[in-house]
């Protein structure tokens, strides 16, 4: 009997899927928008799905992995960008979407089990007077566990940060593989240990996150004739205190023509700003806009073209689907993620954008960082081939934007920093001893003696 049917005979009646196709397609996630990681990774696949029911589900599956020295891979909505749910060494796809229920809510706190889809939650929180917080531009297609597992910010950083951020993700309940397979709480500093680490730590089967009050949002699109004007327009309702918002993107003139739903709308060869505004800063935006030198030529309520086929609501233009746009038009381009540093980030972005020409087109997030108001950025990059993407990765750093590669499938390579963590390790060491959860993500496990 093979290591994988070992595995599968010891989970009961618990789901699986073994049809090489089916198999296949749950190994993939958007690992593709790199041109480097399809190169790597367009070989690897699962070799069993497993479907938890719950959370006595996930111990079980844990405890026939540590049995047949099966590898495991947790699967949400399969829409990271770097790999995050391609198996590197075979073994068990768990699929966490049966884990899919809101717990309860009261307080400005969600109890939600982690494979539960976003855009579900969101529809169960505001049946509760309550919204999101903070959720990716795949809102429609991803699960709760997979954001903050494989993500780090989104729609609502521009008020709430990052995932990352104290008291933005208050807990998390993860069952590890040690000696004695169980659920453990994670509170507090140590859900960082969960937080953007792709599964290498564990499967989450619950969380527990922060909301806000549930707000009807309005889409408005803002024309400038450059990029200059748009990015200074950008930071300043940003910036803004008196605007409640949710979202604030720039994008250079070079991508209208690729959003299908404003091209037709916004002037030709415009710079754009999309927001998500609350209906008591409508007004004021439009005044601001104006002043800058803006044109709003669209306007629409997000939640009514979130519903309605056909429409796209804003956010699906912005953050990582800013990209994705491109792609389904030419997938002669990729991407990058930087961020600007707080202090003279105007000038900084102005520095980057006169660098590369057509090559790359600018696009930035304003966000909250370091108690401040900078931006992230996912530049749209025309990719030539490997060594032209690490020059531009290099000219960045070189002055002083930092490089969050999407290029490499490691946490640690993929972050800011690049170093290996001790702290990490020991998390690594407490929670998977034998190296079972998603192995071949965290350069940190290789400090484990």
Excluded at 25 to 44: A, C, E, G, H, I
Excluded at 133 to 155: N, V
Excluded at 162 to 169: D, E
Aim: charged residues 20%; aromatic residues 6%.
């Amino acid at each position: 009997m093979s290591g994988v049917d070992a595995f599968a005979a010891q989970l009961g009646d618990i789901p699986v899927q073994t049809e090489p196709a089916l198999v296949k397609r749950k190994s993939r996630d958007f690992y593709w928008y790199s041109p480097v990681l399809k190169r790597q990774l367009d070989d690897r696949f699962g070799e069993i799905v497993v479907l938890p029911r719950d959370e006595a589900d996930l111990i079980a599956i844990v405890e026939a992995a540590r049995a047949t020295g099966t590898s495991l891979t947790p699967r949400g909505g399969g829409t990271g960008n770097y790999g995050q749910a391609v198996p590197l060494e075979g073994g068990a796809i768990v699929d966490m979407t049966g884990l899919s229920h809101l717990l309860w809510v009261r307080d400005g706190i969600a109890r939600v089990q982690a494979g539960m889809n976003m855009l579900e939650l969101d529809r169960a929180l505001r049946a509760q007077g309550w919204e999101l917080r903070m959720y990716p531009s795949t809102k429609r297609t991803a699960t709760i566990g997979g954001f903050l597992c494989g993500g780090s910010g989104g729609i609502g950083s521009v008020r709430w940060g990052g995932l990352a951020t104290p008291g933005n993700v208050l807990a998390g309940r993860v069952v590890g593989a040690g000696d004695m397979p169980e659920a453990v709480e994670v509170r507090g500093p140590a859900v960082r240990s969960i937080l953007h680490t792709y599964g290498t730590t564990g499967l989450m089967s619950e969380v527990e996150i922060t909301v806000e009050p549930a707000v009807a949002w309005q889409d408005m699109a803002v024309a400038f004739p450059d990029f200059a004007q748009a990015a200074a327009f950008g930071r300043d309702i940003a910036m803004q205190a008196g605007v409640q918002k949710k979202l604030v993107s720039v994008m250079d003139e070079k991508l209208l023509p690729f959003f299908g739903s404003l091209r037709d709308k916004g002037p030709a060869g415009a710079a754009l700003v999309l927001l998500m505004i609350a209906p008591s800063g409508v007004e004021t935006t439009r005044e601001l806009a104006t002043a800058a030198g803006g044109v709003v030529f669209h306007e629409a309520d997000t939640l009514e073209a979130e519903n309605t086929p056909g429409q796209t609501p804003l956010y699906e233009l912005t953050w990582n689907h800013t990209t994705l746009q491109v792609l389904k038009k030419d997938r002669g381009y990729t991407y990058l993620q930087s961020g600007y540093p707080p202090d003279g980030t105007l000038d900084k972005v102005a520095e980057i954008a006169t660098l590369f020409g057509d090559e790359v087109m600018m696009h930035l997030e304003f966000m909250v960082m370091a108690g401040g108001i900078s931006c992230a950025a996912l530049p749209v990059v025309r990719f030539s081939d490997e060594a032209r993407l690490n020059d531009i990765i290099a000219e960045h750093e070189s002055r002083g934007v930092l490089i969050a590669n999407p290029h490499v499938w490691t946490i640690e390579e993929g972050g800011m920093h690049r170093v290996a963590s001790p702290d990490l390790a020991a998390e690594k060491r407490r929670y998977d001893p034998l190296g079972l959860m998603n192995p071949g993500k965290m350069l940190s496990a290789g400090l484990l003696s």
